[in-house]
């Protein structure tokens, strides 16, 4: 069984100069500025859609401002897979955040939940289908297993 390292508890023992810019009880968005990084851990096992929303709406200032490259979505604490939620967060949120130049995305699945990444797959496989005139195609996507081989990547 894999041992499950979130980015609240990884990055303090990194040598990444970084800083909480989003705190909510829902979630964590941690930029890494000297990287141009930022990573948005959700920290509960369902996110409302509503919620979902309020957090990555609020990453699109910091991602202008300090020019994030690259953008860490790290889901490992997620049960509960929300296809809404992923649709908007494909077709409407990586489209706005694409026009600001971020390109390169990479996601840490939940381990050890092979129907939630199953879910997941099915999902992005749906949204490919359906909004076939999205960005997705132009966007640099890989899953990774930890932040640091998230940062590195």
């Known amino acids: 069984m894999n041992i499950k390292i979130i980015a609240t508890d990884i990055l303090p ?4 100069k970084f800083e909480i810019v989003i705190n909510k ?6 930029l890494l500025p000297d990287k141009q990084i930022m990573i948005c851990e959700l920290t509960k096992e369902y996110v409302l859609i509503e ?16 020019k ?10 997620l049960r509960v897979f929300h296809q809404p939620s992923m649709e908007w967060y494909f077709v409407f949120w990586k489209q706005e955040i694409y026009t600001k ?8 699945l939940p381990q050890d939940q092979v129907a939630f990444n199953l879910a997941v797959e099915a999902g992005r496989a749906k949204i490919m289908s359906e909004y076939k005139d999205t960005v997705i195609h132009l966007i640099d996507i890989q899953y990774k ?9």
């Open 13 to 16: 023992t990194l040598s990444y």
């Open 25 to 30: 009880v829902f979630g964590k968005v941690f």
């Open 51 to 66: 919620d979902f929303r309020e957090i990555f709406s609020e990453t699109v200032p910091f991602i202008e401002k300090y």
């Open 68 to 77: 994030i490259e690259k953008f860490i979505f790290d889901k490992q604490n």
């Open 101 to 108: 130049g971020l390109t390169i995305h990479r996601k840490i």
């Open 145 to 153: 297993t930890t932040i640091s081989e998230a940062i590195e990547s």
